[in-house]
């Protein structure tokens, strides 16, 4: 998967945040192969949360910001159909919103970069299809393949504790 990255204030100059989402988007492919599809391109906006605001207002009808938004541009079937070889496919947009995502691994007692790469491992299973909203039993495979993501990455448990 090819990733797009644009990185706007206020997210920090540190960590390397492109870097941080290579390894997240590495992660989330090993638990879900077909996110490694090389045809696959995602585009991946770290914002502010006012950005994020609009963003959820306009295409979610929802007037406040969150920690990520992610606007998938394929159905789970047609991606888990695609093959290997072709014209590049948009796989969809991310947006992570920095406030919102920094008052929450304050809260949780985990570094910035680390609630982030979960953030990102997050977005992109949803960007392939997986959804947490649907049943509790979505929920727990969701988290399951995010648990394993992360700890691909060195990241502990975010479901733990």
């Not at 914002?47 to 609009?54: C, K, M, Q, R």
């Not at 570094?111 to 392939?128: I, N, R, T, W």
Request: charged share 25%; net charge negative.
């Amino acid at each position: 998967m090819d990733l797009e990255i644009d990185i706007d204030a206020p997210w920090p100059g540190t960590p390397d945040w492109a870097d941080l989402a290579f390894q997240a988007a590495e992660a989330a492919a090993t638990v879900a192969p077909e996110l490694g599809n090389v045809r696959l391109t995602t585009s991946l906006l770290f914002t502010s949360d006012a950005e994020v605001h609009v963003l959820n207002r306009e295409w979610r009808a929802k007037d406040k910001p969150t920690n990520v938004l992610s606007f998938p541009m394929i159905e789970r079937d047609d991606l888990l159909d695609l093959a290997p070889d072709g014209p590049p496919e948009m796989l969809g947009d991310i947006a992570l919103a920095h406030e919102t995502c920094a008052r929450e691994a304050a809260d949780k007692g985990v570094p910035l970069e680390h609630h982030a790469a979960h953030l990102l491992v997050h977005g992109l299973l949803h960007l392939a299809g997986f959804d947490h909203e649907n049943s509790s039993e979505d929920a727990t495979k969701m988290e399951a393949l995010e648990t394993k993501a992360l700890a691909l990455m060195g990241i502990a448990d975010p479901y733990c504790g």
